[in-house]
Protein backbone atom coordinates (compact mmCIF):
# COMPACT_ATOMS: atom_id res chain seq x y z
CA UNK A 1 0.00 0.00 0.00
CA UNK A 2 1.10 3.55 -0.94
CA UNK A 3 2.15 5.86 2.15
CA UNK A 4 -0.24 8.12 0.88
CA UNK A 5 -3.38 5.86 0.54
CA UNK A 6 -2.39 4.80 4.35
CA UNK A 7 -2.69 8.24 5.37
CA UNK A 8 -6.14 8.55 3.97
CA UNK A 9 -6.83 5.29 5.43
CA UNK A 10 -5.94 6.74 9.08
CA UNK A 11 -8.16 10.04 8.19
CA UNK A 12 -11.50 7.99 7.57
CA UNK A 13 -10.81 5.96 10.85
CA UNK A 14 -10.21 9.31 12.89
CA UNK A 15 -13.45 10.53 10.96
CA UNK A 16 -15.58 7.56 11.42
CA UNK A 17 -14.38 6.98 15.04
CA UNK A 18 -15.37 10.77 16.25
CA UNK A 19 -18.28 11.00 14.36
CA UNK A 20 -19.91 7.07 14.71
CA UNK A 21 -18.69 6.36 18.47
CA UNK A 22 -20.17 7.89 21.20
CA UNK A 23 -17.41 10.76 22.79
CA UNK A 24 -19.93 11.27 25.86
CA UNK A 25 -23.55 10.92 27.75
CA UNK A 26 -25.67 13.74 29.37
CA UNK A 27 -27.84 12.49 32.01
CA UNK A 28 -30.81 14.35 32.86
CA UNK A 29 -31.69 13.62 36.70
CA UNK A 30 -34.70 15.64 36.46
CA UNK A 31 -35.97 14.44 33.46
CA UNK A 32 -34.46 11.01 33.95
CA UNK A 33 -33.42 10.77 30.78
CA UNK A 34 -30.14 10.49 28.38
CA UNK A 35 -28.75 11.26 25.37
CA UNK A 36 -25.71 10.15 23.76
CA UNK A 37 -23.20 12.21 21.69
CA UNK A 38 -20.02 12.59 19.62
CA UNK A 39 -16.98 14.18 19.55
CA UNK A 40 -18.96 16.65 17.60
CA UNK A 41 -21.24 17.12 19.95
CA UNK A 42 -23.85 15.82 17.84
CA UNK A 43 -26.13 12.74 17.63
CA UNK A 44 -24.41 9.28 16.77
CA UNK A 45 -23.59 9.76 12.86
CA UNK A 46 -23.81 13.32 12.55
CA UNK A 47 -20.72 14.87 11.26
CA UNK A 48 -22.00 18.59 11.80
CA UNK A 49 -21.06 20.15 14.60
CA UNK A 50 -23.56 20.12 17.28
CA UNK A 51 -24.38 21.18 20.63
CA UNK A 52 -25.12 18.65 23.63
CA UNK A 53 -27.88 21.10 24.85
CA UNK A 54 -30.16 20.93 21.41
CA UNK A 55 -29.74 16.81 21.50
CA UNK A 56 -33.11 14.79 22.29
CA UNK A 57 -32.81 12.74 25.06
CA UNK A 58 -34.23 9.53 25.74
CA UNK A 59 -35.81 7.98 28.38
CA UNK A 60 -33.40 6.09 30.74
CA UNK A 61 -33.56 4.44 34.44
CA UNK A 62 -29.90 6.84 35.09
CA UNK A 63 -29.28 5.15 37.89
CA UNK A 64 -28.06 1.70 36.23
CA UNK A 65 -25.16 4.44 34.25
CA UNK A 66 -22.13 4.09 36.68
CA UNK A 67 -19.74 7.13 36.52
CA UNK A 68 -17.00 5.47 36.87
CA UNK A 69 -17.45 4.60 32.53
CA UNK A 70 -16.25 8.28 31.93
CA UNK A 71 -12.54 9.57 32.11
CA UNK A 72 -14.16 12.83 32.69
CA UNK A 73 -17.46 13.76 34.45
CA UNK A 74 -18.68 17.47 34.62
CA UNK A 75 -21.57 18.22 36.79
CA UNK A 76 -23.99 20.97 36.60
CA UNK A 77 -27.33 20.97 38.84
CA UNK A 78 -29.30 18.35 37.30
CA UNK A 79 -27.42 17.44 34.51
CA UNK A 80 -23.79 15.67 34.67
CA UNK A 81 -21.93 15.12 31.70
CA UNK A 82 -19.72 12.18 31.10
CA UNK A 83 -16.70 11.98 28.89
CA UNK A 84 -15.37 9.05 27.50
CA UNK A 85 -12.01 10.14 26.40
CA UNK A 86 -10.20 13.21 25.91
CA UNK A 87 -7.08 14.88 23.36
CA UNK A 88 -4.77 13.18 25.47
CA UNK A 89 -6.34 9.98 25.98
CA UNK A 90 -8.00 9.71 22.17
CA UNK A 91 -7.47 6.24 20.86
CA UNK A 92 -7.19 7.67 17.56
CA UNK A 93 -4.54 10.39 17.10
CA UNK A 94 -3.35 11.85 13.88
CA UNK A 95 -0.17 9.55 14.06
CA UNK A 96 -1.48 6.67 15.50
CA UNK A 97 -3.59 4.23 16.80
CA UNK A 98 -3.10 4.04 20.73
CA UNK A 99 -4.04 0.19 20.87
CA UNK A 100 -4.52 0.43 25.19
CA UNK A 101 -6.82 3.38 24.86
CA UNK A 102 -8.49 1.88 22.16
CA UNK A 103 -8.61 -0.95 24.26
CA UNK A 104 -10.00 0.68 27.44
CA UNK A 105 -12.21 2.68 24.96
CA UNK A 106 -13.74 -0.41 24.15
CA UNK A 107 -14.46 -1.95 27.47
CA UNK A 108 -16.39 1.17 28.06
CA UNK A 109 -18.42 0.85 25.64
CA UNK A 110 -18.99 -2.91 26.06
CA UNK A 111 -20.17 -2.22 29.67
CA UNK A 112 -22.48 0.85 28.41
CA UNK A 113 -23.89 -1.29 25.43
CA UNK A 114 -25.35 -4.12 27.55
CA UNK A 115 -26.72 -1.19 30.22
CA UNK A 116 -28.28 0.34 27.30
CA UNK A 117 -28.78 -2.31 25.43
CA UNK A 118 -27.89 -1.22 22.05
CA UNK A 119 -24.82 -1.86 20.15
CA UNK A 120 -22.19 1.12 20.12
Known amino acids: MEKKQIEQIRIKAIRDF ?20 NRKYNLLGKSEDGSIDALPVEPYDIEDIPLSLA ?4 KSGDI ?41
Open 18 to 37: QVNRPYGIRIDFKKRAIALF
Open 71 to 74: QEVK
Open 80 to 120: VDLFFYNDETTPYTKTAIDTGQLLNYNRRMFTLSALLGRKL
